[in-house]
């Protein structure tokens, strides 16, 4: 093996680390491994002085590539709306979908309810649980981006008896091939600590509808673990079961290597606590129709954190963004495959819920997608929880590495526009 030491002053440095994993479109990995050349150049953007004493720190630094992602680096800021967006004490609007433009005009779906949330365990059945029970999906469109206007219910909650029959909500939207497809969570009444969700889908061949419910969900929690005993207590388990043993939440349906990506998050039963704070992953099923059937990853999980889903093309792959939750939170992260995604970038600030605007998802730049898009905010009354709290929609705004400040500080001054 070449001695780095004395070979400093006319060689590059090369070490032999173990090499970055490929990914096949089978998602399956590539266990072979291959030396990695690091320059001095490499070297001194980090600021190494000698590579024969590295801190774990500095091989890290190395291995997961800190000084070649700046492009991936940015800042949100966020904007205020008019129209329908604007607050309405009262009202909840929040999860808003992916906005698509379509003849001339935006358009974003959304969850939409009145009144505050009172928690589990109030002993009336009626009473809304959180500020998304009891909600529709509804759907607003925009001439610039910045004024909305609501439109009306695009998808309703179900029939008594039926598995949708409580709330409808956090809708996401694929539109593919002339026809549009909404998935999003559902609930079945009573809601209980101990509720299953799962995902709905309704087709439309206009983004005005009419929508044609499934009668069925298209993809739903394992059918693993057990509880313990039979108090509504979702933390009494005999076992846990598979990752997603309890929820599915936040569908995002994205047609990707001539198929069908549902990207999900899951939850399971007795959650517990990781390094970063609640045990929440993302899984993917894959389909061959964008009604089904979907059949879970065996790669699952294929995250170790993030709330809601934001998840976007770039350069043949999937890039997607992690909020809340979890040792990998607030990162932007990439995957040739759409399954075995790096870490490719630290964010602060992420705003709640983002909803990407499709059309400017482009190779430019691996954050184009994120230029601006909406998300929601929390009104909470003094002394009060975030359950009994309001939502609006708003808009945000990201500030990449190579955008100026100048040009910021000139959007922000007029009035949010």
Known sequence: MLNIHKQWYKYSLVLLL????????????????APITYSQADLD????????????ASKRALERNYHKNADWFGVFYKRPLTGDFAYEPGVIRRDASKVLSINGLYYTWYTKTIGPGHGFGTGD????????????????????GWHW????????????????DRSVFTPEILQHQGKYYLVYQTIKAPYLNRSYNHVGMA??????????????PILSPSDTGEWLGDEDNRF?????????SHKVHDPTLMYFNNKFYLYYKGERKGEKTTMGGREIRWGVAIADKPEGP???????????SGHELAVWHYNGGIAMISCKDGPEKETIQYAKDG??????????????????????ADDSSPTSALSWGLYHEYVIPPGKSWLQGDNYIARFGFRGKNDSAEFVKKKSNQSGK
């Open 149 to 164: 206007d609501e439109q009306g219910i695009a998808v309703g909650r179900g029939e008594k008896g039926t598995y949708d």
């Open 203 to 216: 087709i439309a061949d206009s983004p005005n509808g009419p929508w044609r419910k499934l009668d069925k």
């Open 294 to 304: 979907y059949v879970k990853s065996p790669y699952n999980p294929i995250t170790h």
């Open 45 to 56: 953007y980090l600021g190494i002085k000698d590579p024969n004493y590295m801190s774990a």
């Open 18 to 33: 173990v090499a970055c994993q490929s990914s096949k479109d089978t998602a399956s990995l590539n266990d072979q491994t």
């Open 236 to 244: 009494l388990i005999k076992s846990q079961g598979e990752w997603d």
């Open 339 to 360: 399954i075995n995604f790096e870490i490719m970038a630290v964010i602060d600030a992420v705003p709640d819920a983002l909803g990407l605007v499709e059309e400017l």
């Open 125 to 144: 059945p009626e009473l809304k649980v959180f500020p998304w029970d009891k909600s529709e999906i509804w759907y607003a469109t925009s001439k610039d």
